[in-house]
């Protein structure tokens, strides 16, 4: 049993975890974030950008942070060169992900507070709130989808062939 608890099997699942919390994060904030858009109601907006930024703070990041580094060290364990064409689409994507994330970041950081100050003086939100959600919105697809081919490419680990030849 203690046999599995080799350095590589706890890097292995320390990513797959890592892995899970990255996208489950994302996904679980975006739909209550969108949903709570949706319903109009002024509270459950506030309180909802206020908890997706703190979930992003505690999860998303840690993650995100976590990530790469535990790719590139399963790969120098297994001894798979960065040149693998599925290693290079995989961090390609990862990249893609990482920069429509990071203004999402800023944008829900911008919307907590829009959405906390016209809680606080009684006023709906703002065009301006509304703007950035939908920007917030059509960011978010990009990062979903090259996440969820990036996890496809590290599972399935096709035999591409070069993209540089």
Not at 15 to 34: M, P
Not at 43 to 64: G, N, R, Y
């Amino acid at each position: 049993m203690f046999e599995d608890f080799t350095s590589y099997n706890i890097l292995k699942w320390t990513h797959i975890l890592s892995a899970f919390l990255l996208f489950g994060t994302g996904l679980g904030s975006a739909f209550y974030k969108w949903m709570s858009d949706r319903s109009g109601n002024i509270e459950a907006q506030a309180i909802t950008a206020k908890h997706v930024v703190l979930a992003d703070f505690l999860f998303t990041t840690p993650s995100a942070i976590y990530q790469p580094i535990s790719g590139f060290l399963l790969l120098q364990q297994l001894g798979t060169p960065l040149s693998e064409p599925w290693v290079v689409l995989s961090f390609v994507l990862y990249i893609i992900a990482g920069l429509c994330w990071l203004p999402v970041v800023w944008l829900q950081i911008l919307m907590r507070d829009l959405a906390l100050d016209a809680l606080d003086k009684g006023q709906g939100l703002s065009q301006e709130y509304r703007r950035l959600a939908r920007i917030w919105f059509w960011l978010g697809w990009p990062a979903f989808v090259s996440l969820i081919v990036a996890v496809w490419l590290m599972v399935a680990k096709p035999d591409l062939p070069p993209f540089w030849s």
